[in-house]
């Protein structure tokens, strides 16, 4: 297992639109994501559960994956969680 840290960057935190964008991530790894915050997990399979975790700008989240290039695809993640997303992009 590896394990990383992230913070959410955009400004209106981790809604609908990034949820299911970090969600279909998530989906296409062959082993098990766990994303860990003050309110709660989730396991990136539900758009619903993640948008549950209520993560806003700035909060703090722990990403633990578990399976090949664990270490690779814990960074992706991380670096996804921390995009500034914008909707339409400006």
């Known amino acids: 297992m590896y394990e990383t840290n992230a913070v959410i960057k955009n400004e209106a935190g981790i809604h609908c639109r990034p949820s299911a964008i970090l969600v279909k991530e998530g989906s296409a790894y062959a082993g098990k994501i766990l994303i860990q915050s003050d309110h709660g997990s989730c396991d990136l399979t539900s758009a619903l559960e993640c948008i549950m975790l209520g993560l806003e700008q700035?909060?703090?989240?722990?990403?633990?994956?578990?399976?090949?290039?664990?270490?690779?695809?814990?960074?992706?993640?991380?670096?996804?969680?921390?995009?500034?997303?914008?909707?339409?992009?400006?």
């Open 58 to 90: 700035g909060a703090k989240v722990t990403i633990q994956v578990s399976g090949p290039d664990e270490e690779e695809y814990a960074k992706k993640l991380a670096a996804l969680i921390e995009t500034r997303f914008d909707f339409p992009p400006q």
